[in-house]
């Protein structure tokens, strides 16, 4: 003789609909989509909640801030030969974007500009541009979606003011102002030149 299944009415936690579902085992949820409505909003509130416990717990115990981890890494480094490539700044080269408006343009792609400031003090070695004219001084940065966190957009008004101070014409677009309209752009780029 087989078992009976018995089924229990319940009310689902996401919409509210009253569904049948097992009495052993019952779902929280009357269909697919509300489970991953449920699901997504869980899993946001966990990583929400995790993120500052994460992020303290990495603070304090950064292995890097050790005395010696540093060195030490530095010193594997040089040992195998290691030598970072010079590379766009999202480290995979020119994007499509980018070479567009390079087409038009002809200047220089990734301009590496050294910054003679103390590296220790939170300046890099060097600042790449991503399409530049030293002979006009104007340079041009290509941003994607990256360039939207406050963090970097501090980063990028620190690079405009440090390109600036040099003397350069600091122009930047979005991916998509390219792609919209590369020629008004480039107009755009070159007007600096006349300046």
């Given at each position: 003789?087989?078992?009976?299944?018995?089924?229990?009415?319940?009310?689902?936690?996401?919409?509210?609909?009253?569904?049948?579902?097992?009495?052993?085992?019952?779902?929280?949820?009357?269909?697919?989509?509300?489970?991953?409505?449920?699901?997504?909003?869980?899993?946001?509130?966990?990583?929400i909640r995790r993120r500052g416990i994460l992020?303290?717990?990495?603070?304090?115990?950064?292995?890097?801030?050790?005395?010696?981890?540093?060195?030490r890494a530095m010193a594997r480094l040089k040992?195998?030969?290691?030598?970072?490539?010079?590379?766009?700044?999202?480290?995979?080269?020119?994007?499509?974007?980018?070479?567009?408006?390079?087409?038009?343009?002809?200047?220089?792609?990734?301009?590496?500009?050294p910054t003679s400031k103390p590296h220790g003090?939170?300046?890099?070695?060097?600042?790449?541009?991503?399409?530049?004219?030293?002979?006009?001084?104007?340079?041009?940065?290509?941003?994607?979606?990256?360039?939207?966190?406050?963090?970097?957009?501090?980063?990028?008004?620190?690079?405009?003011?440090?390109?600036?101070?040099?003397?350069?014409?600091?122009?930047?677009?979005?991916?998509?102002?390219?792609?919209?309209?590369?020629?008004?752009?480039?107009?755009?780029?070159?007007?600096?030149?006349?300046?």
């Open positions: 003789m087989g078992r009976t299944t018995r089924f229990i009415e319940t009310t689902c936690v996401v919409c509210g609909k009253v569904f049948l579902t097992r009495a052993k085992n019952p779902r929280k949820t009357c269909s697919e989509e509300c489970r991953r409505i449920r699901y997504s909003h869980t899993m946001r509130d966990t990583n992020s303290a717990r990495m603070k304090a115990d950064n292995p890097m801030k050790k005395p010696g981890v540093k060195e040992e195998i030969g290691h030598k970072p490539k010079i590379q766009g700044g999202n480290g995979r080269g020119p994007t499509i974007p980018q070479k567009m408006l390079n087409d038009i343009l002809g200047w220089e792609m990734e301009a590496v500009i003090l939170g300046w890099p070695h060097a600042y790449k541009v991503d399409i530049a004219s030293r002979e006009h001084m104007v340079a041009v940065e290509v941003d994607g979606s990256s360039h939207c966190s406050l963090e970097r957009r501090a980063q990028d008004r620190k690079k405009d003011e440090f390109l600036n101070g040099l003397g350069f014409k600091v122009l930047r677009f979005k991916n998509r102002e390219i792609l919209k309209n590369p020629e008004g752009c480039a107009a755009r780029a070159w007007s600096l030149t006349l300046k």
